[in-house]
């Protein structure tokens, strides 16, 4: 774009620089994370978890605030035509905790004061458009085993600095050019998959170099390992069922459990993420966030939209969609009587192309 400066020529002015949507919502969370720091530092809890706002006292722990499907400390958006009918606007606010068995809001537009929304549990919330924009975990509510014990961040720096950290083994995740440094004796402490590797007396318990062939990829594979060194889970590296797929895999059960009371204390399901959830528990024979995926759409599927009916019936398998037939309950609802009709004839369809495909036998002819 052409310009003209203070002497009178004119000049070409450079480009602004494009903003991608990724970007944005990273300056956008942020943002909210600097407003909930500073939030937080005006409503301190107790160490009984709880809050004193203006005369009240609200209980944040997980317990009292779990039923209506929050946590302290929560970024949550709702629709602002519930409470101002003639606007589509969305409210923000942090949830502050119970108060008389109801739960109670800070808002951003008004952080002097707290609003509640009467009797309201889980569905409820679900119901009127609230959202978890941005969950809110305590560094103590993952696991007080994860805090009480042993280690040391500073152990990092043996997986970081490998020629410093006197390493014995390496590893290599499917053929990867990136080779992994670690320590026998670490890693066979905190896994029994690890232990029976390195003592089985097979090449691994003399080879530098181990080939790690398995259904992960390196990036999860270090974020396992960096869990095993430190004892902390970073889901800004590895995500929940990554992390879940292996622990599973290198029998890690301590880091299975906290990944589960993460789901579940920070309601990581979603109406938009359930259905991907389900497959890939399939996929992996995750068991665990397989119940948890169909308890959740079985409790909340008059809210799915008929889009997401659809994705159900397209992306999980035959067995998944017949299970979750059976325990929708009665009597249903047209939108479920829709959603048989269409599952069961494309379950149909499937079983008879299934049946095409097997040879037929041919009865021999008897010979004259």
């Known amino acids: 774009m052409e310009y003209i400066d203070n002497e009178g020529e ?13 970007q944005l919502l990273i300056a956008q969370e942020k943002l909210v994370l600097a407003k909930r720091e500073l939030w937080l530092l005006e409503h301190p809890e107790t160490k009984d978890k709880h809050v004193y706002f203006q005369i009240f006292v609200y209980d944040t722990s997980d317990e009292a605030c779990a039923p209506f499907g929050f946590h302290y400390g929560d970024y949550v958006s709702v629709k602002d035509e519930f409470f101002r009918s003639h606007t589509l606007s969305k409210l923000f606010a942090w949830v502050l905790g119970v108060f008389n068995n109801e739960l109670y809001f800070i ?4 952080p002097n004061s707290a609003k509640n929304w009467k009797n309201f549990k889980k569905v409820d919330f679900l119901k009127y458009g609230f959202r978890l924009f941005l969950p809110y975990v305590r560094e103590t509510s993952l696991s007080t085993v994860q805090k009480d014990k042993y280690y040391s961040p500073d152990l990092l720096k043996l997986l970081n600095e490998p020629e410093k950290s006197f390493s014995d083994v390496i590893f290599c995740v499917n053929g990867d050019i990136e080779r992994i440094y670690a320590h026998r004796n670490i890693i066979s402490a905190r896994s029994e998959y ?13 080879q530098e170099e181990v080939q790690i062939k398995m259904d992960t990829d390196t990036r999860s594979f270090r974020s396992m390992l960096e869990y095993l060194y430190t004892g902390d889970l970073d889901f800004n590296k590895c995500s929940y069922v990554n992390y879940l797929i292996t622990a599973q895999m290198f029998q890690i059960e301590e880091l299975t459990k906290l990944c589960y009371q993460y789901i579940d204390r920070t309601n990581q399901i979603t ?12 996929e992996h024979q995750l068991n665990d966030l397989r119940d948890m995926c169909l308890r959740f759409i ?11 009916r659809m994705t159900m019936i397209t992306d999980l398998k035959i067995n998944t969609l017949n299970e979750i037939l059976g325990g929708l309950q009665q009597p249903q609802p047209q939108s ?33």
């Open 336 to 368: 479920q009587l829709q959603f048989h009709e269409i599952a069961a004839r494309i379950t149909k369809v499937e079983e008879e192309e299934e049946g095409k495909k097997k040879p037929i036998k041919r009865k021999r002819r008897k010979e004259l």
């Open 271 to 282: 109406l938009i993420n359930v259905v991907h959830l389900l497959a890939r528990s399939d």
């Open 298 to 308: 079985w409790s909340n599927y008059n809210f799915f939209t008929q889009d997401q």
């Open 107 to 110: 808002m951003e537009e008004d």
């Open 194 to 206: 690890f232990n029976a590797m390195f003592r089985s007396g097979m090449q691994e318990t003399s």
């Open 10 to 22: 004119i000049k070409i002015r450079d480009p602004e620089p494009k903003v991608s949507l990724k």
